[in-house]
């Protein structure tokens, strides 16, 4: 009885350190998340995101960017990606659909999805090392005429027609292609998120 005791006065006596060791890890923790001075000051909101990026991957660099005027004009706007070769070859070959670029975004300011839609043939580009391929933005967008509500459907027809409409726009670029490698196809999928605004 008096050895069940002891292990039972250990068991809880080792219970009790863990905790201690436990919470005083998440006091760490909570602590070195609060103090994030090295963040910049811009991003202290969670919307705020860049007007261009770049991700590498591999061989691969891939690169959204926004252009705007200093006024944000509508007729300012140069949205464009970019796929760049990094690697050891001279050049590569990729296989991709129409293009290897797709440009889905979503316009926040009404809460809008914007499409991007394209032929999906499968061609051949090569790409050199150093030499981007770049695309710029085709305006894009589809809606229903059954389901999709009066606003946007003509948000749509408005924008297909004349460009970027005043608002926040959120694009969620990517770009989606095959590598050749002996003839033989190795996928490729680089994706980045970047926002403008147009007055």
Known sequence: MKQTKQWTSISLLLLLVCALMLSACGGVQKSLSADNSQA???????????????????????????????????????????????GDQDEVTITHAMSPFYFPMKETTRGYDIGYMMDEPLLATTLKKGEPLREQYRVSGGYSADQDPKDYIQFIKDFTANGFLPGRYEVNGFADFNLLVDESPQPHKLSVTIAFTVK
Do not use: I
Request: charged share 30%; no cysteine; net charge negative.
């Open 40 to 86: 910049p000051a811009n991003n202290q909101k969670k919307d705020v995101l860049p007007q261009a990026q770049e991700v590498k991957e591999g061989d691969f660099v891939y690169r959204l960017v926004a252009e705007t005027s200093a006024d944000q004009a509508a007729d300012s706007v140069k949205l464009y990606a970019e796929l760049e070769y990094v």
